[in-house]
């Protein structure tokens, strides 16, 4: 008898998780507004940062990284204690960045009008394709705005919002960040994410989070080689506040000098009173010792300010320049791996080009 309890018991034990599970019930993600794409996205693909029209345009490359969900993001209300998400990627995994910032999703809520990070979204163990978890619970049932950021090198293909069964789950009532006036951001890996831990720790993010402005990431990880297409897509963002050019840690000197002015030259043709503020090649860890890197930053960094100093020259006045002296630190601690930012770099590069942002946006 008492084998018998005992064996009911530890069943009953055992279903309690499923049974928890079945109490959440899920809404498909695309009931919300995603933010952070430089155009309306298709219910096929909705968390893309390049539409369908420029598959087999653009570099192979630039698709492929086009298809990863970085910087964009999901925005909900809900009175829930708890919240949940189910979402499917392809699967990525880097040795140098965490599954969570490659993958995963984060979640931030509103609280007396600023946006604070509340959870995490990823998987124990192995990489995977397929993940379910709940990102916060044990919370008063009230009315809150949520923001949920996407994942940085992975594409997210599908995806779920859970909450127990009879707390509400709606759009958003706050316009926060404000969506009206997009930063537009073209850059490299660093500037797509590598290597935040999470995916609300990505410097654009957290300009983002700062501005309480929406931010548009078009970073290519390898590939920002001022690719025009890329350009066209930036001018085509309606009523941009600002353009952020920094692409230089990937193009090359001979790409700076030929196609720097013509990349500009489309976004100042659509949109001639929108500034445009010019990023030079970070000093990475080991340039202190690496004299090969040391001289490659030097140069590319010289043709970039010698591409500002023409436009200048030739009347162009909303301008500006951020340049890498403090960028990120002079103690080489900003770096995972010598050239993609740990947390504390994209902190510094925040506040680097805070100013900057700050005055081009007045």
């Given at each position: 008898?008492?084998?018998?309890?005992?064996?009911?018991?530890?069943?009953?034990?055992?279903?309690?998780?499923?049974?928890?599970?079945?109490?959440?019930?899920?809404?498909?993600?695309?009931?919300?507004?995603?933010?952070?794409?430089?155009?309306?996205?298709t219910?096929?693909?909705?968390?893309?940062?390049?539409?369908?029209?420029?598959?087999?345009?653009?570099?192979s490359?630039?698709?492929?990284?086009g298809?990863?969900?970085a910087?964009?993001?999901?925005?909900?209300?809900?009175?829930?204690?708890?919240?949940?998400?189910?979402?499917?990627?392809?699967?990525?995994?880097?040795?140098?960045m965490?599954?969570?910032?490659?993958?995963?999703?984060?979640?931030?809520?509103?609280?007396?009008g600023?946006?604070?990070?509340?959870?995490?979204?990823f998987?124990?163990?192995?990489?995977?394709?397929?993940?379910?978890?709940?990102?916060?619970?044990?919370?008063?049932?009230?009315?809150?705005?949520?923001?949920?950021?996407?994942?940085?090198?992975?594409?997210?293909?599908?995806?779920?919002?859970?909450?127990?069964?009879?707390?509400?789950?709606?759009?958003?009532?706050?316009?926060?960040?404000?969506?009206?006036?997009?930063?537009?951001?073209?850059?490299?890996?660093?500037?797509?994410?590598?290597?935040?831990?999470?995916?609300?720790?990505?410097?654009?993010?957290?300009?983002?989070?700062?501005?309480?402005?929406?931010?548009?990431?078009?970073?290519?990880?390898?590939?920002?080689?001022?690719?025009?297409?890329?350009?066209?897509l930036?001018?085509?963002?309606?009523?941009?506040?600002?353009y952020?050019?920094?692409?230089?840690?990937?193009?090359?000197?001979?790409?700076?000098?030929?196609?720097?002015?013509?990349?500009?030259?489309?976004?100042?043709?659509?949109?001639?009173?929108?500034?445009?503020?010019?990023?030079?090649?970070?000093?990475?860890?080991?340039s202190?010792?690496?004299?090969?890197?040391?001289?490659?930053?030097?140069?590319?960094?010289?043709?970039?300010?010698d591409?500002?100093?023409?436009?200048?020259?030739?009347?162009?006045?909303?301008?500006?320049?951020?340049?890498?002296?403090?960028?990120?630190?002079?103690?080489?601690?900003?770096?995972?791996?010598?050239?993609?930012?740990?947390?504390?770099?994209?902190?510094?590069?925040?506040?680097h080009?805070?100013?900057?942002?700050?005055?081009?946006?007045?």
């Amino acid at each position: 008898m008492k084998r018998l309890l005992i064996t009911t018991l530890s069943l009953f034990m055992l279903l309690l998780p499923a049974r928890a599970q079945e109490e959440i019930q899920y809404t498909p993600g695309t009931a919300f507004p995603v933010y952070g794409q430089a155009f309306t996205a298709t219910q096929d693909h909705p968390y893309r940062r390049l539409p369908e029209s420029l598959s087999g345009t653009v570099r192979s490359a630039v698709w492929n990284l086009g298809c990863n969900s970085a910087g964009l993001y999901v925005r909900f209300r809900s009175d829930a204690p708890e919240i949940h998400a189910r979402w499917t990627t392809g699967g990525n995994h880097m040795p140098h960045m965490t599954d969570c910032g490659t993958g995963g999703l984060d979640l931030y809520t509103l609280v007396s009008g600023e946006w604070r990070y509340v959870g995490s979204g990823f998987n124990w163990g192995a990489p995977s394709s397929s993940h379910e978890c709940r990102l916060v619970g044990n919370m008063e049932p009230d009315s809150r705005e949520y923001m949920l950021y996407l994942a940085l090198y992975d594409e997210v293909k599908t995806l779920e919002i859970g909450v127990p069964a009879g707390y509400s789950l709606s759009a958003p009532e706050a316009d926060t960040p404000r969506s009206d006036r997009p930063i537009v951001m073209y850059g490299t890996s660093i500037l797509q994410g590598g290597c935040a831990s999470r995916p609300g720790m990505a410097f654009t993010n957290i300009i983002a989070r700062r501005f309480d402005r929406t931010v548009i990431n078009l970073g290519f990880s390898g590939n920002a080689f001022l690719d025009d297409e890329i350009a066209e897509l930036m001018a085509s963002v309606e009523a941009p506040s600002v353009y952020v050019l920094d692409y230089v840690p990937n193009a090359s000197v001979e790409m700076i000098e030929e196609r720097g002015e013509r990349f500009f030259r489309i976004l100042r043709d659509a949109h001639p009173d929108v500034p445009v503020i010019f990023v030079e090649d970070p000093q990475f860890a080991h340039s202190v010792v690496d004299r090969a890197i040391a001289d490659e930053v030097r140069r590319k960094n010289a043709a970039q300010k010698d591409l500002f100093q023409r436009l200048r020259k030739a009347g162009e006045r909303k301008i500006y320049y951020v340049g890498s002296p403090g960028m990120t630190g002079d103690d080489g601690e900003a770096f995972v791996d010598g050239i993609h930012l740990t947390d504390l770099g994209m902190v510094r590069y925040a506040d680097h080009i805070h100013r900057t942002l700050s005055k081009a946006l007045r």
